[in-house]
């Protein structure tokens, strides 16, 4: 618990001696409106007698006055005026557990905050400041504005609040201030703070948000982590359903596709030459650091499927990077290892990892997972061999470290190098699911129920870490997959609760806002993922990943009767994942946005290869560098929204998976996917002189209701579809 400050106790007084100046209520909220001399609260009563305070307005000047107040079943508009201008508040009931207000401010002079209060308080049933409780979640950084909370002793219930920051995008911009770290849980001063403005004024007469707030309450208290989890999911999923969202822009993937295939080929700062064989450097015109099997695999599997899915046999790129592979293997450790044996001797000590012999736990696993990929495709000899040869090594990692996995170890000696990620985090506690993943690919490989045992071994790690299992982000979806995977085998709950829990884990950790200020209104950041828990930038690979593997827990989820939240919150995802990931090809964004100065290799403004990281709005973007390994962005997503047509010279694009797709004749049937009241593009695409007539059709029960595109242009046609749509797409082409 933080001391308190004199405001919160003299705010707790004066509540005590108040009347409320208005009320509303439904069947599970009763809300009172209190307004003392610096605020205007919004109090919750629970069934127990305890109280939960919102504060809608504050005025460190302490001289607000009431000017309007009017009021409906469901909605309540205030108007309060000080010496620095006017509040406008309005609280609206939206749903028997969910509420929301908006404050807006106008100030009458250009104007500087000094200070600003959280704004959530507990009280006791005579107003006595409540100071205990559960924080479940917050955010970190630029993640989304949450507080998750329950009021457990006494057991009361539970709070998840949601401070849409997107329209507070006036406030940043004016004020050279930023979304980040805006919510906090220093109990028993707890929520939402603007920031000060304390260099760059408000301007006079201009109209800011100062908050956007959405509540939803529960009368319940979580028993336990996993409970915790599937109620943030659902609960997630009710507030996101009432968000304004960003309409998503239409990108030419297969163009995008094309440059980055030929810039990889060609441009010399995507390889380095060692032993007679090129390598895909992990950062452009990096030729010091030595080959990492993963930057090798990360891109020839995606660009593999995106061969496929051209119909073409191979590419010079793949037969580079499958030349390559052998040479990683260590016959004295009996594994391949991450970096290339030859040489080792240029690693330079910089980073932990920067060591021969030195093993990330989570960086083992990923190249198998691949390698077992590939190798269930068929034909892939080497994929095979290497595999097979090493995943004696990595099962005997396991059970040295009974399945919990430290976060840097020695592979000869398997001496711990760092046990934690921070003092009392524990190792890397994604890693059980994503170990499970490979043992998983191993057994459907083998029929070896040896591997399948191993798997259900290793998730037993993972019971009860809620949120505390997002290690790295793309591993943490992976292992979303295990546990699904192991749910249908076995049909036991606890395997799908620990899904969710990943599931959780990953939707903890995104940017449900736009941060639409300084650099920021060059890129969208809506629904971006970032790639550990308290990284300060999104990341091309990890969001790509993330994207295939949440397209593949779809898949795999078809027959299993999911959380209607999950469903919504993957197509969402999927949808404006392949919105915004164009952004970090360099050639997206203005020079002046990208970094001056890199930390690793060089950045080619004009390269169709990805930058590392997009940043807060006042950031410039790939301070890190220009990614060589993230160039799968574009080969990952083709396979998988791009529908071709057999026989015919059009494709169909969808922003959302699909749930079913067949073809008879002229007529195409589909159903959409996703859940709840969302919708998503299907267009057409009709990329040669071919014209053809295109007539789209709902099935509404019985009926057939004929559909007009959105929009229409040469070789496109838009047409927006709800979720679970069900259609049919007829064609004739026209005569020439």
């Keep these: 618990m933080e001391p308190y400050t004199a405001l919160t106790l003299q705010t707790a007084e004066d509540l005590a001696q108040l009347n409320a100046i208005a009320a509303i ?71 028997d557990a969910l509420f929301h207000y908006t404050t807006a401010f106008t100030p009458k002079t250009d104007l500087l905050f000094a200070y600003w209060p959280k704004d959530i308080l507990n009280f006791t049933k005579d107003w006595k400041l409540l100071s ?53 849980a220093g109990w028993p001063e707890i929520g939402f703070s603007i920031p000060i403005s304390a260099e760059e ?176 495709r068929g034909g892939e000899k080497i994929a095979s061999k290497l595999l097979m040869d090493s995943i004696g090594y990595a099962m005997k990692v396991a059970k040295t470290f009974n399945y919990q996995w430290p976060v840097f170890y020695e592979m000869d ?116 993922i970032f790639p550990l828990k308290d990284a300060p930038y999104t990341a091309a690979y990890e969001e790509q990943e993330v994207y295939a593997a949440l397209c593949y827990y779809y898949e795999e989820a078809k027959g299993v009767e999911l959380l209607p939240a999950v469903k919504m919150l993957i197509a969402e995802f999927i949808k404006y994942a392949i919105n915004r990931v164009p952004y970090y090809f360099a050639a997206m964004l203005p020079k002046e946005m990208l970094a001056t100065e890199v930390k690793t290799g060089e950045i080619d403004p004009d390269l169709w290869i990805a930058l590392e990281d997009l940043r807060d709005g006042w950031e410039q973007a790939g301070q890190v560098g220009q990614e060589v390994y993230g160039a799968g962005i574009a080969f990952g997503i083709i396979p998988r929204q791009y529908h071709q047509i057999k026989n015919e010279d059009f494709l169909v694009f969808t922003e959302y998976p699909i749930d079913s797709f067949t073809k008879r004749k002229q007529q195409l049937n589909l159903t959409i996917g996703g859940e709840g009241e969302a919708d998503c593009k299907l267009q057409i695409i009709i990329p040669t002189a071919t014209q053809y007539d295109f007539k789209l059709q709902l099935k509404d029960g019985s009926k057939q209701i004929l559909l007009e595109p959105k929009s229409e242009e040469a070789g496109l046609i838009t047409y927006l579809l709800n979720a679970k749509a069900v259609v049919s797409l007829t064609w004739q082409k026209k005569k020439q």
């Design 413 to 528: 000696t398997l001496n711990i190098l760092k046990a934690e990620t921070a003092e009392g985090a524990g190792g890397e506690k994604d890693v059980p699911g994503t170990y499970a993943d490979l043992m998983l690919k191993l057994w459907e490989i083998t029929g070896k129920k040896s591997y399948l045992n191993e798997a259900k071994r290793s998730v037993k790690h993972l019971d009860n870490l809620g949120f505390d299992v997002f290690y790295q982000a793309n591993n943490t979806t992976f292992s979303a997959v295990a546990l699904l995977k192991l749910y249908k085998l076995t049909k036991k709950q606890h395997y799908l609760d620990l899904s969710y829990m990943c599931l959780a884990g990953i939707f903890n950790n995104v940017q449900l806002w736009d941060s639409n200020y300084g650099y920021g209104k060059n890129f969208p950041s809506f629904f971006a």
């Design 201 to 376: 004024p408000l301007q006079k007469n201009q109209t800011y948000i100062l908050s956007d707030a959405y509540v939803l309450v529960d009368e319940q208290v979580p028993k336990d982590q996993l409970s915790v989890c599937k109620s943030y999911l659902t609960n997630l999923a009710a507030i996101y359903q009432q968000l304004p969202k960003p309409e998503t822009a239409t990108h030419d993937w297969l163009k995008i596709a094309d440059n980055g295939i030929r810039d990889m080929e060609i441009h010399p700062g995507c390889w380095s030459y060692q032993g007679g064989h090129h390598y895909l450097t992990a950062y452009l015109s990096d030729y010091k650091t030595p080959p990492e099997i993963m930057v090798q695999l990360a891109v020839l599997l995606p660009v593999m499927e995106y061969l496929d899915w051209k119909g073409e046999a191979s590419h010079p790129i793949v037969d580079r990077l499958k030349d390559g592979l052998e040479a990683f293997y260590k016959p004295e450790l009996g594994t391949i290892v991450r970096w290339l044996p030859t040489a080792e001797s240029n690693l330079d000590y910089s980073e932990e990892q920067k060591k021969p012999n030195v093993m990330d736990a989570w960086y083992l696993h990923h190249p198998l997972m691949n390698l077992a990929r590939l190798t269930a």
């Design 25 to 95: 209520k439904s069947q599970k909220i009763a809300l009172e409106l209190y307004l003392n001399e610096n605020s205007l609260w919004l109090i919750k009563t629970w069934k127990n007698g305890i109280k939960t305070g919102f504060r809608t307005v504050y005025d460190e000047g302490n001289a607000l006055m009431l000017t309007m107040l009017e009021q409906t079943d469901t909605e309540i508009t205030v108007s309060l005026s000080t010496a620095s201008g006017k509040y406008s508040s309005k609280i609206k009931l939206v749903e």
């Design 132 to 184: 205990t409780g559960k924080i479940h979640t917050q955010q970190v950084g630029n993640r989304s504005a949450i507080l998750n909370f329950s009021l457990n002793k006494p057991a009361t219930g539970s709070i998840f609040y949601f401070q849409n920051l997107t329209s507070l995008n006036p406030y940043f911009e004016h004020t050279k201030t930023s979304g980040a770290g805006l919510i906090g």
